[in-house]
C-alpha cells in the first residue's frame, strides 16, 4: 500500500471526522475573541487529547490551529482589533472596509483568501517535506546541534523587540530542561528528590502555566471597558466579478510570501501578512488605497498569514524546529504520544504526511465553509463579558492539567509557570523562547556531547552545514543590534550635519 493511500486511509474513521468538527468550532470560538491565542487553545486542548489515538488528537490539534487563522479576522474586521497576532495585516483594510458599509464583502473576501492561502501552504506541506525530511536524514550529531541553535536563535530574533530578553528567556528554557534524567547516562538531575520530576517538568502543564493561565492574570490586571462597538452595518457579501479579478495578484503575491516565511523556523503569520501586505502596496496600481479599505491588501495579507501553516508544520516534523509558537506546544504533544519531530519521522513513517495533510485540507473547507456563514451573531459573541470567558479558561486549564496524569503537583507546576509567565509578560520577556528551550534543550545537549565524543570540537567545526547553520544563527542575533546601531550613528551624523549648516 502506497504511503498516500496509507495516510488518507487513516482519515475514514467517523471519529477523526468529528474530531475535526470540534476542532473547527473550537477554533473559530478562539480566534474570534480577542486575546485568546491560537497557542494557548493548542495549549488547552493538548491536555484533553493526549489519551486520544495520535491521529484523533492530531485532528484537535491541527483543526484548532487552521481555524483560529480564520476566526481570528472577525474581531479584526469588526472591533478593528486582531483575533491573533497572525491578522494584524487584517486590520489595516479590514476594519476601514467595515466602517462604509462593506463588513459582510470584507469577511468574504478575507475568507477566500485566508483557503487560497492555506491551500496554497498545504502543496508545500505535500512536496517538500518528505524531501526535506531526506537532506535532514544524512545529519550528524554535529548537524542537528547547529540545527538545533540555528531554530533557537531565529525564534528569539522574531519573538520580540528586545533581543536580550528573548536571548534570556530561551536560556531559561534550556535550563529548565536540565531537571529530570541526564539525555546520555540516564542518572537524575535537579529533581530535588521529587519523583514526579524525574522525567522532566510536566510539559503540558508548563505550557498551560505561560500561555493560559498567563494570559488571563494578564488581561485581568490590563482589561479596559472596551469603548469600540463591533460594526452592525455589514452589507453585502460576495465581491462581484470586476472585484474577483484583483483578487488573483495579491492571492499569488501572498502565496509566495507565506511559502517563504512559513519555512523559516519562528516566523510566523504576522510576519508573512505584514511583508505581503508592504509588497503587495508597492505592486499596486492603487497604492493610496491600502490602509483606506483596499481588497487588495486585504486579500494579500490574510494569504501569506494562511499560506505560512503549510511551511511551518513542514520545518517542525522534517527538522525537529518549530516553525512557531502553535507548533512548538504540538511538538510537546508529538513527542507525548510517541512521534519523534525531526529527519527520521517521515522516512519511518511518510504516510503521516498525507495523514496531516488531508486533515488541513479537511479542516479548511469545513472552516471556509462555516466562514462564508452570514456572521450577524458573532457580534453578540464580540459583546460578552471577559470575566465570563476568563472563568471558562481557568477552569479548562486546571481540569485540563490534572487530567494528564492525575496528579496535583502537574497542578502546582502549572500555578507556578503562569506567576512567572504572568511576570516575564509585564517585565516584557517572550514566552515562546522558554518552551522552544524546554523541547530543544535536550536534543541539543545530546547531540553536543555524541558530538564532542565522536571527534571532539573539531567534529563541530568541520562540517560544512553545522558551520553554516551557526554562522546564520550567530547572525541573526548579531545583526538586529548592528543595524539599529548603525542607523542610530547615521541618523546623528545627519543631524549635525544639518546643524552645522
Same mark, same amino acid.
Given at each position: ?115 487560497? *492561502? ?47 530578553? *528573548? ?5 531559561? *528554557? &534550556? ?119 483596499? &481588497?487588495?491588501? &486585504? ?42 519531530? *525531526? ?159
Amino acid at each position: 500500500m502506497s504511503a498516500v493511500v496509507e495516510g488518507l486511509t487513516q482519515l475514514s474513521d467517523p471519529v477523526v471526522l468529528l474530531c475535526i468538527l470540534i476542532g473547527a468550532l473550537a477554533g473559530m470560538l478562539v480566534g474570534a475573541f480577542p486575546g485568546i491565542t491560537a497557542t494557548m487553545a493548542v495549549a488547552l486542548a493538548s491536555a484533553f487529547t493526549l489519551t486520544m489515538e495520535p491521529v484523533q488528537g492530531l485532528a484537535v490539534l491541527l483543526t484548532i490551529y487552521v481555524a483560529a487563522n480564520f476566526g481570528d479576522r472577525v474581531p479584526a474586521i469588526l472591533v478593528n482589533t486582531p483575533g491573533t497576532p497572525a491578522s494584524i495585516a487584517t486590520t489595516f483594510d479590514g476594519y476601514p472596509l467595515a466602517r462604509q458599509g462593506k463588513a459582510g464583502l470584507a469577511l468574504t473576501t478575507s475568507a477566500f483568501g485566508a483557503a487560497f *492561502g492555506t491551500f496554497a501552504g498545504l502543496l508545500v506541506l505535500i512536496f517538500a517535506a518528505i524531501p526535506l525530511s531526506r537532506v535532514a536524514l544524512n545529519f550528524g550529531p554535529a548537524e542537528i546541534f547547529a540545527l538545533v541553535v540555528f531554530g533557537l536563535t531565529m525564534i528569539v530574533s522574531v519573538a520580540g523587540s528586545n533581543l536580550l530578553k *528573548g536571548l534570556a528567556a530561551a536560556g531559561f *528554557g &534550556l535550563a529548565l530542561s536540565t531537571v529530570g534524567r541526564d539525555p546520555i547516562v540516564g542518572t537524575e538531575r535537579m529533581t530535588f528528590g521529587v519523583l514526579e520530576l524525574s522525567d522532566g517538568l510536566p510539559f503540558i502543564a508548563v505550557i498551560i502555566g505561560l500561555f493560559g493561565i498567563a494570559d488571563v492574570l494578564d488581561q485581568m490586571l490590563t482589561h479596559h471597558a472596551a469603548t469600540a462597538k463591533p460594526i452592525q452595518s455589514f452589507g453585502r457579501w460576495m465581491p462581484n466579478r470586476t472585484e474577483r479579478r484583483k483578487m488573483w495578484k495579491p492571492m499569488a503575491i501572498g502565496s509566495g510570501v507565506g511559502a517563504v516565511v512559513g519555512a523559516v523556523p519562528a516566523a510566523g503569520g504576522d510576519i508573512a501578512g505584514l511583508t505581503a501586505w508592504s509588497v503587495s502596496r508597492r505592486s499596486s496600481e492603487h497604492p493610496e488605497e491600502y490602509g483606506k479599505g483596499s &481588497l487588495e491588501g &486585504l486579500t494579500a495579507g490574510d494569504t501569506a498569514s494562511n499560506a505560512t501553516l503549510g511551511p511551518s508544520v513542514s520545518t517542525t516534523l522534517a527538522l525537529g524546529v518549530p516553525g512557531d509558537s502553535v507548533m512548538a506546544v504540538l511538538m510537546g504533544s508529538l513527542v507525548i504520544w510517541g512521534f519523534n519531530p *525531526g529527519p527520521g519521522l517521515f522516512a519511518a513513517q511518510p504516510d503521516l504526511v498525507y495523514t496531516i495533510a488531508g486533515i488541513m485540507v479537511i479542516a479548511t473547507v469545513l472552516t471556509f465553509g462555516l466562514s462564508l456563514l452570514r456572521m450577524r451573531g458573532v457580534t453578540k459573541l464580540l459583546e460578552l463579558p471577559p470575566h465570563y470567558l476568563w472563568t471558562v479558561v481557568i477552569v479548562f486549564c486546571l481540569v485540563g492539567t490534572y487530567a494528564v496524569n492525575n496528579s496535583t503537583v502537574d497542578v502546582l507546576v502549572m500555578i507556578v509557570f503562569g506567576v512567572v509567565g504572568l511576570f516575564m509578560r509585564r517585565l516584557g520577556f517572550p514566552p515562546g523562547p522558554v518552551v522552544l528551550g524546554l523541547i530543544l534543550g535536550s536534543m541539543a545537549e545530546a547531540n553536543l556531547r555524541r558530538a564532542l565524543e565522536i571527534g571532539g570540537i573539531s567534529n563541530v567545526l568541520t562540517s560544512p552545514i553545522a558551520v553554516g547553520f551557526l554562522l546564520v544563527a550567530l547572525a541573526s542575533v548579531a545583526l538586529p543590534p548592528l543595524l539599529r546601531s548603525w542607523k542610530t550613528h547615521r541618523a546623528g551624523r545627519r543631524h549635525t550635519h544639518t546643524v552645522n549648516h
